[in-house]
């Protein structure tokens, strides 16, 4: 089972996952599903883990504007830039530098989801991956959730399922966005964490 849940609220935006990873020989661990390796960032991978922990190695690479991602990516080792500039590796990104900015971040991911699961790795593996990425650089005007997938990258306006769950989460979540437009982060976290703990008590998803 994997349900990762966003949603676009009234006060900015928030990501929601479960933590149960199931492997075809091994049995089931929990982990995080969501990660932040930059401030103002946060993404939840959908589908094979091996491909997301790719996607994570070269976030920092694809976060600077002049990056030019390869369509052979190898990811085995993560991506360098040339840049002349001393990349931060704190965690902690300057979006409103020069070498930092929201309009190519979006477009960078989306290059690097399509880079990946076109990949060697994705084609042994016969997986792919898909991932929500939530932004927000101060106040609510700037929150923005994205939906990336090989074939499609999307803007979020209200809410978004993604992994094996997602159909379920997405029609569990329709009836209080049509009753409730100005749902609140909190409010949501907390209606994606009684989801999940309810898929995951049920059994809905036994993936």
Known sequence: MTCIIG????????????SKVTYEDHPPSYEPKLHSEFYHIVTGGAGSTDLYKGFRTNTLFATQSAAIIPEDIRLEQPLVCESKQPVQT?????????EYNLASLQN??????????KSKVARDLSGSLGILVATQIGDKRTAALTHITQKA???????????????????????FFDNEKNITMNKFA??????IKLMTEHEIDQT
Do not use: T, W
């Open 7 to 18: 949603g676009k609220c009234v006060d900015g935006v928030v990501l929601v996952s479960d």
């Open 90 to 98: 704190s965690g902690i990104v300057h979006m409103y530098s020069s």
């Open 108 to 117: 960078n991911f989306g290059i690097l989801v399509e880079a990946i699961n």
């Open 153 to 175: 990258q999307s803007d979020v306006y209200d809410y978004r399922g993604i992994g094996s769950s997602g159909m379920y989460s997405n029609v569990f979540l329709k009836p």
């Open 190 to 195: 907390k209606i994606g964490y009684f989801m």
